[in-house]
């Protein structure tokens, strides 16, 4: 099962892209057995407001009942010094538009 985090900051520090890039070089080391790192970490800003950012841990395997996972928690606990936090957790629900170009099998919704 594929799954994501999102952790969302709005934050009032105008440099809180250096903070948030420090957190993720320091995620992005590997730490732990293999089948608990994450499959990808994306991080993205709004589009009108530099502060704001989300960044999205994504996972593959079982989502625990939709319990955050460590690497996750951390991350939430050291941006908190950033700014606001909304931290979730997102299951793949299998819909979504077929992969691939001259995919013309239908919509898979």
């Given at each position: 099962m594929k799954?994501?985090?999102t952790i969302t900051l709005r934050s009032t520090r105008t440099n809180a892209d250096a903070g948030v890039a420090e957190l993720l070089m320091q995620a992005r080391t590997p730490s732990g057995?293999?089948?608990q790192r994450p499959v990808?970490?994306?991080?993205?800003?709004h589009a009108g407001i530099d502060t704001d950012f989300s960044i999205h841990i994504h996972w593959d395997g079982s989502a625990n009942d939709q319990d955050k996972s460590p690497l996750g928690l951390r991350l939430a606990q050291n941006l908190k010094y950033l700014g606001l936090i909304n931290h979730?957790?997102?299951i793949e629900n299998g819909m979504g538009y077929?992969?691939?170009p001259g995919h013309d099998q239908g919509q898979n919704f």
């Open positions: 799954w994501i985090e057995p293999a089948t990808d970490i994306k991080i993205y800003h979730s957790v997102w077929p992969e691939g």
